[in-house]
């Protein structure tokens, strides 16, 4: 089959890899029709090489249509469309019983001590091949896929592998009152979904925050207020105090993470990390590792006395200094996490099924053939051609 591959920094190339066979009972092949390429997946094209192998195939935004079932699975047949979180979660652990399919005991990968596997994610996340392909092996066939139905293009379900799934979560985890207040930092496919959820779920005032126009514009378009982080770099703080009778907003919602504009010092530790020997750069970076953290810092200026930040954004330091003494000072509640698919399928699948209330149907920007994948990867890094969602089709 032909997969997109890491090869190392930039450097991703689409290549014929064998076909993925069923190992286990449980196990199921998915022919993939679509497969998104996320925002993370960029962490991967610049940072975190040290924890790839050339030629691991990535990718964990996939849905498509069953090929083959084990013999154990009686959930989904050939035939079946389905989509696939990027959680490679059990569904009947502990964890997952609370609804935290992203620390799944089943797949945890504990030799790095951290939560569940991910496709197409790094030996941190288990290694598990990715979604970028023209064929897929996902495990816990009876638990994992969610079946979907036949009829409507793959733009209507693809994006409850993640992106819907996050943003909703981020909007949950940010805990807005009703008709109150919430800012949204960086507006490329998660911040502009949960700028679209917070609004669908009442939300009075919804702030958007990015320096790219046509993530502005967007976003704007959907009845947020839009404010361009070119022309308020240095007082962003006061406009949004300006418009919240001088408090800050109920919440804030950073979407940004690792990629925020920011310390000179963490970019600069970034790229040498990159240049280091793979064993010598994931000791750094287990032990020394400092991300840009200008996003969290905004952040707690933004939210008011009593409010909530919630982080969606991906970060990879291990010694990202906090300011703790303003966060004590303002009584915030910071809460973060890796989305759990599986806990808000009930929540979003009707969404979909009887409607499209939150614009899944036109929110790519971008739909390729797979075989112009390593163009897309470097566009999406540029933030060129007005990229903000690109699917990719097998």
Known sequence: MRALTYQGKRDVRVETVPDPRIQDPTDIIVSITSTGICGSDLHLYEVLGPYLDPGDILGHEPMGVVEEVGAEVTAVAPGDRVVIPFNVSCGHCHMCGHGLHSQCETTQVRAYGTGASLFGYTKLYGQVPGGQAEYLRVPFGNDLPIKVPHGPADDRFVFLSDVLPTAWQAVEYADIPPGGSVTVLGLGPIGAMAARVALHRGAGLVIGVDRVPERLDRVSAYGATCLDLR???????????????????????????????????????????????????????????????????????????????????????????????????????????????????????PLLVDGDPLGVDSFATHHLPLEEGPQAYETFQKKADGMIKTLLIP
């Open 231 to 349: 022309r308020h770099d240095d007082d962003l703080g006061d406009v949004v105090r300006d418009l919240t009778d001088g408090r800050g907003t109920d919440a804030v919602i950073d979407a940004v993470g690792m990629e925020a504009h920011g310390s000179s010092v963490a970019q600069a530790a970034h790229a040498a990390v990159g240049l280091l020997p793979d064993a010598v750069g994931r000791r750094v970076m287990d032990k020394a590792g400092i991300d840009r953290l200008a996003a969290v810092h905004t952040a707690i200026d933004l939210v008011r006395r009593g409010g909530t930040i919630s982080i969606s954004g991906v970060y990879g330091g291990s010694a990202d200094p906090l300011p703790l003494l303003t966060l004590f000072d303002k009584q915030i509640q910071l809460r973060m996490r890796q989305a759990n698919v599986k806990r808000w399928v009930d929540d979003l699948l």
